[in-house]
């Protein structure tokens, strides 16, 4: 014999719990709540990592390895709620370390093949040809910065993030963060001038 329900059984629904409180399921083990935080949160995480290593596989790994981490530590999470944060400060970790791997493997000839999301491969639709002139001078010259300048102009540039949050996820002060981001943009303004300039 059947059970009849009088009142409809109202179950909460992904976008109704908070990172809080699913880290804290989390925490506990809870498997659904792993997944939806990494439903969350996953895709703005790659595109920050495709944008920074200029490589859609490696920023793939970057991800999975972010939630490895993460979900290995989320015990040792002072604010559940600020975990994206959080979880980009260890992408941007293993970005870093991604970024000088590939240019070890490069100054040895063992690169692994070239950049698929390089700025100029990401802008936006209807570009003029100088946009991607300019775009391509600036993958280039990224790619010969050291990996702090190159991690914090993009963070600050292309992920248009404000400067404290530069800073923390760069791992350095404020200060620091504005010096660095200043460097590139000069260095960005005269490569890009003196190319453009070249006939």
Not at 26 to 50: F, I, N, P
Request: positive net charge; aromatic residues 4%; hydrophobic residues 45%.
């Amino acid at each position: 014999m059947g059970v009849s329900v009088s009142r409809p059984i109202l179950l909460r629904t992904p976008d109704s719990l908070s990172d809080a409180e699913l880290v804290s399921r989390a925490v506990m083990g809870d498997r659904w709540s792993r997944e939806v935080l990494y439903r969350r949160h996953a895709s703005y995480l790659l595109g920050m990592a495709v944008r920074l290593l200029s490589n859609r596989g490696e920023a793939e790994e970057v991800v999975q390895d972010t939630f490895v981490i993460g979900f290995e530590q989320m015990h040792a999470l002072r604010d559940p709620a600020a975990l994206r944060p959080w979880l980009s400060q260890i992408a941007v970790s293993l970005v870093r370390r991604r970024i000088r791997r590939v240019r070890f493997l490069r100054l040895l000839g063992l690169d692994r093949g070239a950049d698929d999301a390089t700025l100029e491969s990401l802008a936006a639709p209807g570009l003029e040809l100088d946009g991607h002139i300019e775009l391509a001078l600036v993958d280039r010259l990224l790619r010969s910065l050291r990996t702090e300048l190159r991690i914090a102009w993009m963070l600050r540039r292309v992920e248009g993030l404000e400067l404290s949050e530069v800073a923390s996820l760069s791992g350095c002060s404020l200060a620091t963060a504005k010096r660095r981001i200043a460097e590139v943009d000069r260095l960005v303004q005269r490569h890009v001038t003196r190319s453009g300039a070249e006939p």
